[in-house]
């Protein structure tokens, strides 16, 4: 079972991280795809990000549509700081046998071995960069050689969608149209969402 994790804020998701998870998808034949948005920093404020509740559900409203892509809170029920080497923790013990990877942009990647325990997640999962901009992959390439040693980091060369969180909130303070760089506007109510709780 080979399973893919990406995290981030989604504050709010947007067509660029849904146009991430599917190439991932189809690049590497992923069976399951876990949206996981991360906890509520304690540096930021409400107005900076929405509640844990409303980035749940706007993820299960932005990923409705890509098969195999569940929802899950297990890095918001988690306790303490939010450590990428937690999560994976706990994840071996769900999938002790499955194929994990964690995917990241250009910007995670580069800083990746200053992560806390940053060895230790590459025992657990492969990573897996996606390029934001297209114009940085053999910057990419010379980190992921670098990381190899270690264990396995994939790039992979994509058509980037550029799009961000903090562009469309912008956009919205000033009341300009975001809809091309959104999907899936129905009330979510009316979705069936993919939604694994325990997880």
């Known amino acids: 079972m080979n399973i893919a994790v990406f995290g981030g804020s989604f504050n709010p998701p947007h067509l660029g991280h849904f146009h991430l998870a599917k190439s991932v998808c189809e ?34 409203l932005a ?25 994976m923790r706990k994840l071996r013990e769900y999938y ?3 194929k994990i990877y964690f995917v990241m942009g250009s910007d995670m990647l580069t800083s990746f071995t200053k992560w ?3 060895q230790e997640i590459l025992t657990h999962c492969s990573l897996i960069c996606v390029s934001r901009y297209g114009d940085d992959l053999d910057n990419l390439n010379k980190c992921a050689d670098e990381l190899n040693l270690y264990g ?3 790039v992979l060369n994509i058509d980037a969608f550029e799009a961000s969180s903090t562009q469309i ?27 694994i709780p325990f997880i």
């Not at 795809?33 to 299960?60: F, Q």
């Not at 909130?169 to 939604?195: A, H, P, Q, T, W």
Request: glycine content about 4%; hydrophobic content about 35%.
């Open 96 to 98: 002790p046998d499955a």
């Open 27 to 60: 690049s590497l034949k992923i069976d399951t795809m876990l949206i996981m948005p991360v906890k509520t920093p304690p540096h930021k404020s409400s107005k900076e990000m929405e509640s844990e509740e409303d980035r749940l559900n706007m993820c299960r």
């Open 169 to 195: 909130r912008d956009m919205i303070e000033k009341g300009e149209d975001v809809s091309f760089l959104l999907d899936n506007c129905e009330e979510l109510n009316n979705m069936d969402y993919n939604f």
């Open 116 to 118: 806390y325990e940053w």
């Open 152 to 154: 396995e980091c994939i």
């Open 63 to 87: 990923f409705s549509e890509l098969d195999g892509c569940v929802v899950s809170h297990l890095e918001m029920k988690m306790e303490g700081k939010s450590y990428t080497v937690l999560t």
